[in-house]
Antibody, heavy 120, light 110 residues
Framework: EVQLLESGGGLVQPGGSLRLSCAASGFSFSYYAMTWVRQAPGKGLEWVSAISGGGGTTYYADSAKGRFTISRDNSKNTFYLQMNSLRAEDTAVYYC?????????????WGQGTMVTVSS | QSVLTQPPSASGTPGQRVTISCSGSSSNIGSNTVNWYQQLPGTAPKLLIYSNNQRPSGVPDRFSGSKSGTSASLDISGLQSEDEADYYCAGWDDSLNGVVFGGGTKLTAL
């Protein structure tokens, strides 16, 4: 079964750091670009970051640039989002997703989401 | 303020046809394909339409998409109560060098 499973969410103080992981199974992971999308409580979807299949190309939303780093380990079928200098406005459910059809904005497989709460 | 503009809400009676619009610019919809997502309450989004008008396997054919210029639309023919959800358009933006989403449209079946 094709599946994505996030982990690493939790409560962190403003200015703190957190690393999210997304473990993939059921497909040839290294063939696909992967992405992170977040959703603040009661709000819409916001794209955060994406990484190419080989890991050599990365993209970030302005809100993530300079603070977040996306990476992947194809030997472990896992990719990550390292989040530093966290702010209250980063509080959201973070989803990992697979980009399909050669389109970085077409996400055909999604994880269940992991909650990140930034609060003192 | 989202880069792609959607109406915040839409509604229709069961069996009715409903259209949700998505307006962008030359750097996103005008030059790239549009995708649509359905998000049921408390669940992860689901890809509904890709490449402007293609349905992934398993998506009912009463969902259809189209694009013209810098705007796109999602049509739902024969609205059903289980279609009540939030709908989002998305695409790549060449100027921002990233993915942009619409603000979402909450669809209500009256």
């Amino acid at each position: 079964e094709v599946q994505l499973l996030e982990s690493g969410g939790g409560l962190v103080q403003p200015g703190g750091s957190l690393r999210l992981s997304c473990a993939a199974s059921g497909f040839s992971f290294s063939y696909y670009a992967m992405t992170w999308v977040r959703q603040a409580p009661g709000k819409g979807l916001e794209w955060v970051s994406a990484i190419s299949g080989g890991g050599g190309t990365t993209y970030y939303a302005d809100s993530a640039k300079g603070r977040f780093t996306i990476s992947r380990d194809n030997s472990k079928n896992t990719f990550y989002l390292q989040m530093n200098s966290l702010r209250a406005e980063d509080t959201a459910v973070y989803y990992c997703a697979r980009a399909e059809y050669g389109d970085y904005s077409a996400f055909d497989i999604w994880g269940q989401g992991t909650m990140v709460t930034v609060s003192s | 303020q989202s880069v792609l503009t959607q109406p915040p809400s839409a509604s229709g009676t069961p069996g009715q046809r409903v259209t949700i619009s998505c307006s962008g610019s030359s750097s996103n919809i005008g030059s790239n394909t549009v995708n649509w997502y359905q998000q049921l309450p408390g669940t992860a989004p689901k890809l509904l339409i890709y490449s402007n008008n293609q349905r992934p396997s398993g998506v009912p054919d009463r969902f259809s998409g189209s694009k013209s210029g810098t705007s796109a639309s999602l049509d739902i023919s024969g609205l059903q109560s289980e279609d009540e959800a939030d709908y989002y358009c998305a695409g790549w933006d060449d100027s921002l060098n990233g993915v942009v989403f619409g603000g979402g449209t909450k669809l209500t079946a009256l």
